[in-house]
């Protein structure tokens, strides 16, 4: 494919690596919102750079777009390449309103276009392996999860995109645990309940939330719960699911989230306690996973992992924990609109 990038920020500088080393697609033109490109940057990519967004989406040799631009930017940008013709891979959130996510979705049926989500974490190797035990029974009916997801701030962050509530879907708690929302849909099924509490504790020169617990139910009974920080001076990543027959747990994703490791036990009241743990040696390979999904749902005509429909109910399920908080009480997530 022929690949055109809007975005020159941080997950341009990971994906579009992917599209380069790759010898079947053609990285052909980057869009910033500078005039001339940062030092080197063409350079290191080998291709055009432009500042015009829907010329790059319209470009009749384009097969497909990357948003990756702050969200306030992702409905419009995908819609217009969806209208183009063009398949589109959507960083997360996959926008901040659901009006927005039903457009993109209607862009995509009516142009017959693949419109997919940036949840690379379903992509990384302890997730896709804990997904094929889950496939074939070795944990059982779900019956709860836990996620604990801290990364770094920085000095300045008050000044960044992600502080600003006209560019942001929210604060950290949508801006990183929309990561875990989706894991959760993927491993326990539709999200029914939602109860949730945010705070400011560090970064108060911004007013978007740098900490965010929620508990959620799902539709089948499962408990789940989320805490999701900006506060969290060591990177952490921790997911887990427990079942009727035995239970997982994934630690790590690799870098600077130290090594990702997969436990995989079993239920038994009477044998020895033991786990059988897989870790995953070399760098993140998940841009690369979630790159061949996207291709292969182009070229088998089908809904990719971590679709649009999977991003609208990640942010169906964003809105909803806000509002839980908002209001006091326990929000039911299903047909929720704000």
Not at 14 to 19: D, F, G, K, S, Y
Not at 47 to 55: L, T
Not at 106 to 118: E, M, P
Not at 209 to 215: E, I, R, S
Request: glycine share 10%; with cysteine.
């Amino acid at each position: 494919m022929k690949v055109v990038f809007i975005g020159s920020g941080l997950q341009t500088r990971r994906r579009a690596p992917v599209v380069v080393q790759s010898p079947d697609d053609e990285l052909v033109e980057i869009v910033g919102s500078e005039e001339a490109p940062p030092k080197g940057f063409i350079e290191q990519y080998g291709c055009a750079w432009g500042s015009d967004w829907r010329a790059a989406v319209t470009r009749a040799d384009v097969d497909a777009v990357a948003v990756c631009t702050p969200p306030h930017l992702h409905a419009e940008m995908s819609i217009a390449a969806l209208e183009a013709g063009k398949h589109v891979l959507c960083e997360k959130p996959l926008c901040r309103t659901l009006e927005e996510a039903e457009a993109m979705l209607a862009a995509a049926r009516k142009a017959k276009r693949v419109l997919k989500c940036g949840f690379n974490h379903r992509h990384h190797p302890a997730v896709l392996e804990a997904r094929r035990r889950f496939e074939q029974g070795d944990f059982g009916r779900p019956i709860a999860g836990r996620c604990r997801y801290g990364i770094c701030g920085r000095p300045g962050y008050e000044n960044e995109w992600r502080a600003d509530p006209a560019r942001a879907a929210g604060g950290q708690f949508a801006e990183q645990g929309v990561h875990a929302i989706d894991l959760f849909r993927w491993f326990l099924g539709d999200l029914a309940e939602v109860s949730c509490m945010t705070s400011i504790g560090y970064f108060h020169k911004q007013t978007l939330d740098d900490n965010g617990m929620a508990l959620f139910r799902s539709a089948d009974g499962a408990l789940a719960s989320l805490h999701s920080s900006l506060t969290h001076w060591k990177n952490l990543f921790s997911f887990e699911i427990m079942g009727e027959d035995g239970y997982f747990s994934i630690e790590g994703l690799g870098a600077s989230y130290g090594t990702e490791r997969l436990s995989v036990g079993k239920r038994d009241f009477s044998a020895p306690f033991q786990d059988h743990v897989i870790e995953y040696r070399g760098g993140d390979s998940s841009w690369q996973s979630e790159w061949r999904e996207f291709k292969a749902a182009i070229a088998e005509n089908r809904e990719p992992l971590g679709g649009g429909a999977d991003g609208l109910e990640a942010v169906r399920a964003t809105l909803a924990a806000y509002n839980a908080e908002a209001t006091g009480s326990v929000v039911q997530i299903r047909n929720f609109k704000p």
